[in-house]
């Protein structure tokens, strides 16, 4: 009996552990997310997998849809910076009256877009290392009609539209939003917001 016993202790344990990692529980949920803005406040977090990474290192495991999910959550938004590197900051104050959905989607295309171009019905757009996943978050927020979904990697973000003539209306519309002005025609290279990034 006491061996049983021991043995079913200890499988709630390592349950309520993968559970914990995983996120399981709402404390567990509050307390990973004070430890990000925590870190965020602290160190020079340039991408998504160096925080995965130091989250990581203190024994908290989180997929990288999570991790997006939290970021949002907290309010973390990317800067870049004079040198052109980006990094993850915490917006502070609660002053802050949240932007109409355009505008945050200008905002953050202003942050993060560096080119679009179509590619049939879909616009792949480019963001610096890390932030493909912020934009992809952004546009799915703002509930564009010519949009059917959005994919993201590290700093590429494809965008499917409706119609070519869709994707070719969004890259223009996203980096008028980013302040970059429109794409050049057919055959040209895809528009650069600012070769500074």
């Known amino acids: 009996m006491t061996s049983r016993a021991t043995e079913k202790g200890t499988a709630r ?8 990692a995983r996120g399981g529980d709402a404390g567990t949920v509050a307390s990973r997310r004070a430890r990000i803005i925590e870190i965020l406040s602290s160190v020079t977090i340039d991408s998504q997998q160096m925080l995965r990474d130091l989250l990581l290192h203190e024994g908290i495991a989180v997929s990288q849809g999570t991790l997006s999910r939290d970021l949002v959550a907290v309010g973390a938004v990317r800067q870049v910076l004079a040198d052109g590197q980006a990094r993850y900051a915490v917006r502070t104050g609660q002053a802050v009256a949240p932007l109409p959905r ?27 290392p890390g932030a493909a996943h912020y934009l992809a978050d952004s546009l799915d927020r703002s509930h564009l009609g010519e949009v059917v979904g959005t994919v993201a990697g590290d700093d590429t973000l494809m965008v499917v539209a ?11 519309q ?18 650069q917001a600012g070769a500074a990034r």
């Open 162 to 172: 409706r119609s070519p003539r869709a994707a070719r209306r969004l890259c223009e």
């Open 102 to 128: 355009q505008d945050a989607l200008g905002r953050v295309a202003a942050d993060v877009l560096i080119a679009a171009e179509p590619a049939g019905n879909i616009a792949v757009l480019r963001t610096p």
């Open 174 to 191: 996203l980096l008028e939003l980013a302040g970059r002005g429109k794409r050049g025609g057919r055959g040209n290279p895809p528009q």
């Open 13 to 20: 344990r390592s349950a309520a552990a993968r559970s914990a």
